[in-house]
RNA sequence: GGGCGCGUAGCUCAGCGGCAGAGCACUACCUUGACAUGGUAGGGGUCACAGGUUCGAUCCCUGUCGCGCCCACCA
């Protein structure tokens, strides 16, 4: 006998161990079926599972296990990132508790380190992806470290520097002063923060009391300015042109320009140059061969090139003494208060970022790119929601040089080599490079890879590549990648072109993309807000199958989802009803019959749920197969708790109560058949519900669910429709019933009469045919059919029948009145609408036979519904 | 500046040409032999606003307002 309520930590466990135990999850079990594969997006090492992940991998493990079940051979690739920067941080700091430092480390120490923490602390998102239920391949998880995925970093860093696709460069880069690397475009986050525009006066030299005033956010850059540019038809300037303006505080002559970069409508009209901290007058210093004066030290503080005083400075402090210094000298003009936006790094949103001239490692990914884009025009990729596509498109369409060196430690090494004089040397190995010098002595280059350079290999770097795997041919490209819409430019747009690239084929057939997870108040969630929905406490308080269920039914085409307690509390309830709508059938006897076929069943309620059960199925199947999420879990629900439990289990009560031993097996197994086609269709949603249920109710013959069960195909189970359209009518009897007996105040306990009033004989049979239903539901002691109204009754109309309850002393009858009068008024008001519609000639003449039909009957029923409530008004007056 | 998304019940959201829906919250009643993590009945809506297309618009088109996001720029 199952337990009251299900109890999801006590069976978990459990239950994940006997899934990993009978190597269900392993790809390549079926090796004649037709493969489906979802790479996982890789969490970092340094993770913790957050409510985004849980939706993620929930998805992912929803669409694993519905294709298992469907009989394909379903690989889930899992593993971990190894994210540079984060990684590289936590063992810093710490390092930094035990006195510790990279630095005093060196390279090769500071690495075992961080192998170190890794062995120990790395493996805890993949031990929480598996208390969610995720169904990956653990056998084959990957690192982006590994030997395996390093040696395919390595190959294909070669061969796109061998294309002349990588290259070495000086030129600006966005600079982190607290990390001292250099990161790519996409990992600058612009904040808009108020600040000040500083109105400078420059004078102009050999013509005393004249000054060009240029505006400044940054007032300390002007130590490295090499020019001040005008427009060239800006009339104001004309005569400055060519002249030299002396930089105030250093005394250094730098040229008035012309350019059409300045424009004359945005601040006075003349702009300071500054080529070393600005990515604009990179540009014009270029054109015009400018100077680069570079100001800066790498970690932010102002360097030798700058006046003693300023020197050693942070950029903060320089900027005050410089404000302070021009406005003794009289040379501020004013100041304005602006609010502009400033680049920040992405990680902590404190760093400013500065420009800086620096070598690094560019690719060139234009040529990537275009193979992309035409992938995805051709349909060889699709995004769902296609919207995300032109987001992509726009992306790579614009795209610039990927930087894709860090001056970071963790991470894979650039395959570069130097000799004495400099000359590169770039190879798969050391000895090779060596060779490729003659034998010199050879440096490598300190650098690593920006952590999405490997990522974005991952989708072939996992299946073996650059050897010829026989995973590789048989699972790229993937069926489908699902993701968030925050990583399309990071990750999902590189996959693209490195598989586009490498591979000559696009690394999945399908994107899906999620919404974002936000709190219960639409907060964005974030550490310092305090406001993490830990999908954990959740899992721990109302079990992994709830956390699932209502991920699953919030995910969609919105951008942002909102989760928290009391949501998934909904979730554990819907478990709970399942749970219990087995444990009634357990309690009545429904058990699996071997061999059991729904097409046979005579009853009409039995004819009608396998019909539903069918139909169901099919809705689930459509919108898993869609990529509907929520659709399918909506289906789903819909069926188990409105129509299996609320009415079928009901119906089957007096069945099951009753004599009739024929029925009453008939009943069970059917009751038996449909739990199990429920506890199917809803595995991939709710796995450890469904599998424990799986087991328990019919222990005698099951093995697990996992391996066993194959997904319902009910496709060709009688419609039976006269079934279905009996027990509706049923249905909606019951239901006037019920609700004329709450109008009335009929007391819970007392039970009444039903008179049916019809002269239909369909009617009639169809009463007594279902009488016992009827009556036990509507908690009836009578129903009967007759064409009289017995004196002192009231009558309602339900559906084509009319109820008539004896009234006894228990109906307030003013109150009734004043109901009936409003129901009518309501009838009326409906009879208008439809005669002005069906007295449209336009209507009636353009509008299909069948919404004239129904519209026809509608009106033809509210007609009904009328006259019979003004007899009862008549009657009750 | 360019682009995208969203305004539907008190709240969170589905629906997207032909009865306006769910969950939570609310009201009343019900501890009935699966389930109070439940049941029954109910209240609550100019589907943001204005035009247009259509026989018919919450749904399609145009515009307006409001909210959010992305990209670019920022002297």
């Known amino acids: 006998m199952l337990d009251k309520t299900f ?35 890789p969490p970092n090492i340094t993770g913790r599972l957050h409510i985004g992940h849980a939706l993620n991998n929930t998805l992912q493990d929803m669409l694993a296990r519905f294709e298992r079940m469907r009989g394909k051979d379903v690989l889930w690739q899992p593993g971990t990132d190894h994210a540079g920067i984060a990684t590289q941080l936590i063992v810093e700091r710490q390092l930094a508790e035990r006195q510790m430092s990279r630095i005093g480390l060196g390279r090769e120490k500071f690495l ?28 084959r998880e990957r690192f982006t470290m590994d030997e395996g995925l390093s040696r395919a970093v390595v190959k294909v860093f070669v061969e796109l520097y061998r294309q002349g696709l990588i290259y070495k460069d000086k030129r600006l880069v966005n600079w982190d002063p607290r990390l001292q690397t250099a ?17 400078i006066r420059y004078p102009i030299d050999d013509m005393p009391g004249t000054f060009i005033t240029v505006a400044t956010t940054r007032p300390e850059t002007m130590l490295g300015d090499s020019a001040v540019a005008v427009h060239p038809g800006d009339a104001r300037y004309k005569k400055l042109v060519g002249r030299m303006a002396v930089l105030p505080l250093t005394g250094r002559l730098i040229p008035i320009i012309a350019d059409e970069y300045s424009d004359p409508e945005k601040g006075t009209g003349a702009v300071k140059i500054t080529p070393a901290h600005d990515f604009n007058d990179f540009e014009v210093g270029k054109r015009h061969g400018l100077a680069m004066i570079n100001i800066l030290n790498k970690d932010g503080t102002l360097n030798n090139d700058v006046p003693a005083p300023y020197r050693g400075l942070s950029r903060e402090a320089a900027r005050k003494k410089i404000v302070a210094d021009l406005d003794a000298a009289g040379l501020l003009d004013h100041v304005e208060s602006i609010v502009h936006s400033v680049p920040h790094d992405e990680k902590t949103r404190t760093v400013v970022l500065e420009p800086l001239l620096t070598e690094q490692w560019y690719l060139n990914v234009e040529p990537l790119a275009a193979k992309a884009i035409a992938a995805v025009e051709k349909g060889e990729t699709k995004f769902v929601p296609d919207n995300w596509t032109n987001v992509f498109f726009g992306w790579l369409r614009n795209i610039r040089p990927w930087c894709i060196s860090r001056q970071l430690w963790w991470g894979h090494q650039i395959p570069v080599w130097y000799d004495a004089d400099g000359k590169i040397y770039c190879a798969e190995s050391e000895d090779e490079a060596r060779a490729q010098a003659g034998g010199k002595d050879l440096t490598r280059d300190p650098d690593v890879l920006d952590t999405w350079f490997s990522s974005a290999l991952w989708p072939f770097s996992t299946l073996g590549w650059p050897d010829k795997t026989p995973e590789l041919a048989r699972f790229y490209p993937t069926s489908v990648l699902v993701t968030g819409f925050d990583i399309i430019f990071f990750w999902v747009a590189r996959m693209m072109m490195m598989g586009t690239h490498f591979m000559g084929d696009v690394p999945f057939r399908t994107v899906l ?22 999908p954990l406490v959740l899992i ?30 909904a979730g554990r309830n819907f478990g709970t009803k399942l749970w219990n709508a087995a444990r009634f059938c357990e309690m009545n006897g429904c058990v699996t019959v071997p061999g059991f076929d729904p097409a046979s069943v005579k009853q009409t309620v039995n004819q009608w749920i396998v019909a539903e059960t069918a139909r169901a199925a099919a809705d689930v199947t459509a919108a898993l197969e869609a990529l509907r999420s929520n659709e399918a879990a909506a289906a789903a629900y819909h069926f188990v708790w409105d129509v299996f439990c609320d009415w079928y289990l009901e119906f089957a009560k007096p069945l099951f109560n009753g004599t009739d031993e024929a029925v009453k097996a008939e009943t069970r197994a059917t009751a038996a058949w449909t739990r199990d086609q429920i506890v199917k269709l809803l595995h991939p949603f709710m796995p450890f519900i469904t ?42 009897l019951i239901k006037g019933v019920r609700s004329v007996r709450s109008e009335m105040n009929v007391p819970a306990g007392a039970k009444t009469t039903l008179v049916l009033t019809s002269a239909l004989a369909e009617t009639q049979a169809r009463l007594s045919r279902n009488r016992g239903v009827i009556e036990t539901l509507a ?9 009289t109204i017995p004196a002192g009754s009231a009558q309602f109309v339900i559906g084509e029948a009319v109820a008539a309850l004896p009234l006894g002393d228990v109906i307030d009858f003013a109150k009734e009145r004043a109901r009936l009068e409003k129901e009518l008024k309501k009838a009326e008001d409906e009879i208008a609408r439809f005669d002005a519609k069906l007295s449209n000639e336009q209507f009636v003449s353009r509008a299909p036979e069948e919404v004239l039909t129904e519209q026809r009957e509608r009106r033809a029923e509210a007609a009904s519904l009328a006259a019979r409530l003004r007899e009862a008004v008549q009657r009750l007056a």
Do not use: C
């Open 691 to 732: 599998e424990e249920l799986w087991a328990l109710t019919t222990p005698a013959k099951r093995e697990t669910l996992l391996i066993e069960a194959e997904w319902p195909k009910l496709a060709s189970l009688p419609k039976s429709e006269t079934a279905v359209a009996e027990m509706h009518w049923v249905i909606d």
């Open 112 to 139: 075992a380190e961080i192998w170190k923490w890794k062995a120990e602390s790395g493996g805890a998102i993949t031990e929480q992806l598996r208390r969610l239920g995720a169904s990956a391949d653990w056998s």
């Open 540 to 569: 721990d308080e109302f079990g992994a199958d709830a956390l699932r269920f209502t991920l699953a039914l919030a995910a969609g085409q919105n951008r942002d989802m909102r989760i928290g307690p009391t949501r998934v509390e």
């Open 183 to 199: 990161v790519s475009d996409l990992e600058v986050e612009n904040i808009e923060i108020k600040g000040h525009l500083w109105h």
């Open 7 to 41: 109890s999801p930590k006590d069976v978990e466990g459990r239950i994940y161990a006997l899934w990993q135990d009978s190597g269900a999850f392993r790809a390549g079990r079926r090796s004649d079926a037709e493969p489906f594969a979802i790479m996982i997006p």
């Open 779 to 787: 908690r009836l002691n009578e129903a009967k059919t007759g064409s």
């Open 513 to 534: 993309i999620h919404n974002r997870v936000l709190d219960e108040q639409g907060a964005k969630m974030s550490k310092t807000k305090g406001n993490v929905v830990d």
